[in-house]
């Protein structure tokens, strides 16, 4: 969301949900940090609370398990059944992993990491044998972290602009409203191709797909680079490929567009018109030079988002 709708538009989200919880009228980074940490309270109260004012990297078991708890329940971007693993394994050098690639993610673009500290207050680690980690509507502020043993400095910003972009766009349908009917939604007959994972999937999880595989691939263009081979996320070629399918059958199935409130639409849209402009200047020797560009250190730790 950084890149497709811009800095300003984010943070006048992030303003107007997050204003009526400001304190003395401070609107400084730190006011409207606790402000909307208030503002997710006030919504999500079942939710763990983090007290400190920087992103807390979660390692306290009890608290830990209430996230993955959270997490597990059926969420509107969670169609996938018994993603944790049973198994009590809290591995905490993720976390120590998510930190360390976090600051050089501030090397990279200091302003996409400004948004993603005042977006996102708790990191936690969850067994899985199934998933990377992922986002939920029911824990806007919070990611789940489960990266795997063959990721380097790539797949990590890769991932920290995917799980953001979930939970701008959260923020932005809580402030919009993105969808005309959530019951017609969930009916098998209405759903659409996704993105990134590339199958059916109801009306929300193709919604974010779009825009996450947008953000990726203008963040690539922008500063990444586009991967020679990437692990987290497809090709570059790929993922336009896919994305554009996606944006196409949406826009040409009338029952689909419609459940689209004019702000999803909108979006919609938006999207792509940035990616006509992504595979207008990409050529397929850019993802080789990417790979000089990048420090692709492997690390060792271990995808459904």
């Known amino acids: 969301m950084l890149r497709t709708v811009g800095i300003k538009r984010n943070i006048e989200n992030l303003f107007s949900l997050s204003q009526p919880y400001t304190q003395g009228g ?17 919504i999500q109260p079942s939710v763990p609370v983090s007290f400190l004012d920087t992103i807390e990297f979660l390692k306290d078991v009890p608290r830990t398990r ?15 059944d018994r993603v944790f ?19 050089e993610l501030k090397k990279v673009d200091e302003q996409l990491y400004s948004l993603f500290s005042l977006a996102i207050n708790i990191l936690f680690s969850g067994p899985s044998a199934l998933a990377s980690g992922g986002s939920s509507s029911g824990a806007i502020g919070c990611i789940w972290i489960n990266p795997r043993p063959t ?8 991932f ?41 999937r109801p009306l929300d999880k193709v919604f974010h797909s779009i825009l996450v595989s947008t953000e990726v691939l203008l963040t690539r263009r922008d500063i990444l680079g586009h ?5 987290l996320h497809p090709p570059t070629s790929i993922m336009l490929e896919k994305t554009f399918e996606s944006i ?22 938006t999207c792509k018109e940035h990616l006509k402009d992504v595979k207008a200047s990409y050529t397929p020797t850019e993802a080789l030079a990417a790979m000089s560009n990048l420090d692709h250190t492997t690390i060792t730790s271990d995808l459904v988002y």
């Open 26 to 42: 401070d609107y400084s980074f730190l006011g409207l940090k606790r402000a909307y940490k208030k503002f997710l309270h006030q």
């Open 66 to 80: 209430e996230m993955i708890s959270l997490f597990a329940e059926k969420s509107r971007l969670d169609d996938f």
């Open 85 to 103: 693993s049973d198994d009590s394994q809290f591995q905490n050098e993720h976390l120590d992993l998510a930190e360390w690639y976090l600051q």
């Open 151 to 158: 990721w380097g400095l790539q797949d990590f910003l890769e």
């Open 160 to 200: 920290f602009v995917h799980e953001m972009t979930h939970n701008l766009v959260f923020l932005d349908e809580y402030r919009y409203h993105h969808y005309e009917g959530y019951a017609e939604m969930f009916l098998e007959e209405n759903y659409a191709m996704s993105a990134i994972l590339a199958k059916k």
């Open 227 to 231: 991967p020679g081979s990437p692990i």
């Open 248 to 269: 196409d059958y949406v826009e040409r199935n009338s029952t689909v567009y419609s459940l689209l409130t004019s702000r999803g639409k909108e979006l919609i849209t």
